[in-house]
């Protein structure tokens, strides 16, 4: 049996930066001039909720009526995924890295390793809300629930679960080679954080104007504008704009200080270890507004 162990995972809560990630590595990797748009990044990377590749894991249209059905055919889909090319290639997921009906929903046999994006949940929740069509204090009520989950009509799922976990899992899976990248980093030092990632994790030997590209290509306002004219195909139906903020500190405009108060207290220990620099200052606001 050949060996499959070719994903590199682009793991990630939603609205986090995945896409990001995904746009910048096409843009580095790719030939100049061909790299995808938004709506294409399938060209250069794909994602485990793709209908096709469920499709032809059961031989016929995928469409689930449990969990367990979707667990039986990701385990298939996701082998044809990692066959799907030659050598080490990326895949987003926003599952968690966990065992469910004894299967692997991250199987070990199919991974290379794994790139983590995250974003502090002060500015996840009212970027989360949109995404899910939601008022923020439910945003953030699904970032606390161990069973939250989104999917595709046909029955695809994404395990979210909640905020902490999916971050802990993922930075604690036994024998899995990760890199975290923070988005407040890849936005406040994108080609230091770009960098990085590509010499000491990726191994790959950077060129500076390749990545001075890239980092332009895939502006904020760049991928805003590709939204604009283009549409986003991966965007929830209902929701107005995907690429909305970008921004670093919105929550100080966008949460009240009960809501403030409320993350705090729900994610404190993995606060601690990933955002320290953001305990005074949110402690600050819960009590004060």
């Known amino acids: 049996m050949s060996n499959l162990r070719r994903i590199i995972w682009l793991a ?6 995945n896409t990001w990630m995904r746009s910048l590595l ?35 249209k995928f469409q689930s009526e449990t969990l367990e059905d979707w667990v039986t055919a990701r385990t298939k ?3 044809l995924i990692a066959a799907s090319k030659p050598d ?25 390793a794994a790139i983590y994006i995250m974003r502090n949940p002060f500015d996840l929740a009212p970027s989360f809300a949109r995404h899910q069509g939601a ?12 069973d939250t989950v989104m999917g595709t009509p046909s029955g695809i799922y994404d395990l979210l679960g909640r905020w902490d976990d999916h ?34 994790f990726l191994r790959v030997k950077v060129e500076g104007p390749k990545l001075a590209r890239a980092i332009k290509a895939t502006s904020f306002e760049a991928m805003k504008k590709q939204e604009e004219t283009l ?22 405009d966008d949460l ?22 953001m305990l005074k200052e949110t402690a600050e606001f819960a009590a004060h507004g």
């Open 231 to 252: 549409g986003f195909a991966e965007k929830p139906q209902g929701m107005t704009a995907f690429f909305a903020k970008g921004q670093a500190g919105v929550w100080r």
């Open 77 to 79: 889909a996701l082998r």
């Open 26 to 60: 096409a843009h580095y990797f790719m030939p100049a001039g061909q790299a995808p748009d938004i709506n294409n990044l399938r060209q250069f990377t794909t994602g485990d909720t793709r209908q096709d590749f469920f499709d032809a894991a059961v031989g016929g």
């Open 12 to 17: 990630s809560y939603p609205k986090s930066g």
């Open 135 to 146: 008022d923020i204090d439910t945003a953030i009520e699904r970032m606390c629930f161990s």
């Open 256 to 277: 009240t200080p009960q809501q403030v108060g409320r993350i705090r207290e729900a994610f404190l220990p993995t606060l601690e270890r990933w955002y320290p620099e």
């Open 167 to 200: 971050i802990n899992v993922w930075t604690n899976a036994p024998g899995l080679p990760h890199y975290v990248v923070r988005y407040e980093d890849l936005l406040n030092h994108p080609a230091k954080t770009m960098r990085t990632l590509l010499e000491k």
């Open 88 to 112: 080490h290639h990326f895949v987003k997921t926003h599952c968690q890295t966990i065992r469910m009906f004894d299967q692997d929903i991250i199987p070990p046999e199919l991974t290379a």
